[in-house]
Each structure stands twice: as C-alpha cells, then as structure tokens.
C-alpha cells in the first residue's frame, strides 16, 4: 500500500507540473482542454445518472462552455435554481396520483413558407407593410441617454397568471392547472429572473409584479394605467418589455413545446411580438422604431445562443406598446414548456439585452 502512494504522489506532482506548463506556455489552453472536457461530460448521460445517484449536483446541472448572463467565464455550471428545485420535488409528489391527459411535442421552431429572414433574423410579417430586415438592422433603436444612474427598463406582466409545467414528462394531465397567483410559478418568477440578469450588469429596472389578469378581461387596460404610473414617475425609462408565454395546441390534444437547446441545457423559445397600425390599430405613430428594436433584439440573441429565438410575430396589434419607441411583448415558451426552461431562457435575452445596452453605454 505505501508503494501505491509514492506512485501516485509522483504521478500528481507530475501532472501538476504538466498544467503548470500548459498553463505558462499555451496561454488559454487549459481553460479550452477543461472546457471541452466539462462539455463531453455534461452530455454524457450515463454519466449524469451516476452524478444524479450520488448526489454529487443537482438534477439538471450542466457544464456550460461558453457560461451566461453576461459572465462568458469557461466551465460555469448552469444550476437549476434551488426554489424551482422545490417545486420541481413538489411536483413529482403531486404527478404520482395524477393520470395523463395528453402529450407534448417538443420542437424547434422556425422558418415556414412565409417567413421572411435575412442573416440570423427571420419576421413572420402578418401586416400589408412591406419591410426590409436588411434596412431596418442597419438603423438604430430609438434609445435616449443610457445610463446605470437611473432606471432604463420596465418590465410587467400583463397576463401574471400564464404559468407552466414544472417536470419534463412528455405528457400533460389535467389535472394540473399551470395558471396561478403563486408568483414563484407564475410569470413574475420569469420576470424575476430577466431583472436579476439586468440589475447583475449594474443596470437599474423597474419590475412590477403585480397580476393584472384574475379577471381575463380588461388586463391590457389595467396594467396600462400601471405603466403610464411607472413612465411618469421615472421618465428614463426607455424600453418596456410585457412578458408573457404563449399556447399551442393541437386538435389531437398534442400541446407544442417549442425548445432549443443552448450550452446543453433546454430552453423555451422566446417569440418577440412587435405590433403596428393599420387593419383597424390606429394612433401607433412608433411602430417602426419598435420594430427596429425588435430586429436587433432578434438578432443579438440569435447571434449568441442560435435557435433560441421563434420568427419575429409582427402583427397589426398594440397591446400597449405604444408608450415608448422601445416597447417589445415578449413571449417565453407556451405552458407546455417548464418553469426551468422559461427562466434560463429569461437568463439568456437578459445577457442579450446587456449587450445593447452595454454598447450604448460605450458610446
């Protein structure tokens, strides 16, 4: 046995001393080698079940190269975050005793015939406006003054209520309901996260969590009053983004749930809503510019996490974003995504948003 312990007391000091140089010499080198090697393990699955059985990481932990919200650091594990962890536990008590009602299609969405795109950027243009996506790229969002000084962003939940799945079955019961006042489950949780990505690049936000839809009609009217409350109190506020999920269901009963992987890990596809004048929407005199922010949004994500992002949906629609040249509906999965899946997705157009922001302040 101590013969055993010499060898392998060489053997460490011997590949301490093979790193040290590696580390000396190839600049980069070790964080790409351990990079690459983290990435093989995650998506090891027999691997990640013996992980899993020996409580060594959570369930769903991954090894992300690249990392998130704004870090860009090498080898950084992508949690799921311990309340959705609960939940998740929760869950798998209460699905014990509930029957199946139907199944979920997972996909990625994108292109169809109608889509019109160019370079990573693709608008399903539902108006009579002709647009170039080429021309609109090359403009700028209509932004005042950026600063970390004061807040620059509002974000708010017109339907509070729309939640989602919490476990990654295949199959949905009804017994479940995802709709809910819980606001650990409903959309402020994903409204919580895309804050705390902002606030952690030293932006400041406004988050209004309160639930405007218990009574389905009349929710734009009452989270309008809201916003216009929050635009006059803090007149810097340039960009409001109303984040909701949306719903596909089929006539079998099938629900879509619409997902892209990226770093290794599930994510609800994110569809951005960018509305217009015209087939009955009048006084909307900042269309375009909100669809110029819609276009580089788009393309800022899509240019770091390809795939995520659903065809821009431009529609002859307000849903109040006409009260800034910066005013976005934002769409996370539908209810058949998990609440997991829609919070990193709301981790990724955070770290998004900081890079335009980030740009603006650079300026």
């Known amino acids: 046995m101590g013969r055993n312990k010499g060898v392998k007391g060489l ?8 790193l040290l140089c590696c580390s000396i010499a190839g600049g980069d080198f070790f964080g790409k080698a351990t990079g690459i090697f983290f990435e093989k393990f995650s998506n090891n699955k027999e691997i990640n079940a013996v992980i899993g059985a020996n409580g060594a990481f959570a ?10 919200g704004g870090g860009g650091y090498a080898g950084a594990v992508s949690n799921t975050p311990t309340d959705i962890e609960t939940l998740k536990s929760q869950a798998r ?22 889509t019109i795109s160019y370079g990573v950027v693709e608008v399903d243009n539902k108006t009579s406006q002709s647009i170039s996506i080429k021309n609109l790229l090359a403009k700028k969002p209509s ?4 600063t970390k000084d004061k807040p620059c962003v509002l974000i708010y939940h017109t339907h509070s ?18 709709r809910t006042t819980d606001k650990s489950k409903n959309m402020i949780r994903v409204g919580d996260e895309l804050t705390k990505t902002l606030e952690a690049a030293g932006y400041k936000v406004i988050h209004d969590r309160n639930i405007y839809d218990e009574s389905y009609n009349g929710a734009y009217s009452r989270s309008r009053v809201s916003v216009e409350k929050y635009l006059e109190q803090y007149p810097e506020i340039q960009i409001t983004l109303d984040v909701h999920r949306d719903a596909i269901h089929y006539e079998s009963g099938t629900k879509c749930k619409p997902t892209a992987t990226i770093n290794g890990k599930k994510a609800a596809q994110v569809m951005i809503i960018s509305g ?10 900042s269309w375009n510019e909100n669809l110029v922010f819609a276009l580089d949004l788009q393309s800022t994500v899509e240019e770091k996490n390809q795939g995520l992002m659903r065809p821009v949906f431009f529609c002859n629609r307000k849903y109040n974003m006409d009260v800034t040249p910066c005013s976005l509906l934002l769409e996370f999965g539908t209810d058949a995504n998990t609440l997991e899946e829609a919070v990193y997705s709301a981790q990724l157009i955070g ?3 900081v890079t335009m922001l980030n740009k603006e302040i650079e300026k």
């Open 59 to 68: 369930e769903g932990d991954v090894f992300s190269v690249s990392g998130y």
């Open 351 to 353: 770290d998004a948003l």
């Open 11 to 18: 053997l460490s000091f011997g590949l301490c001393a093979v």
């Open 93 to 114: 008590e209460q699905y014990k005793n509930y029957k199946k009602s139907g199944n979920i299609q997972e996909q990625q969405m994108g292109a169809t015939s109608k």
């Open 143 to 146: 932004y005042k003054k950026i």
């Open 276 to 285: 217009c004048e015209g087939d009955g929407v009048d006084n909307f005199p």
């Open 161 to 178: 209520t729309e939640g989602y799945e919490m476990l990654d079955l295949g199959w949905y019961s009804n017994q479940y309901v995802s």
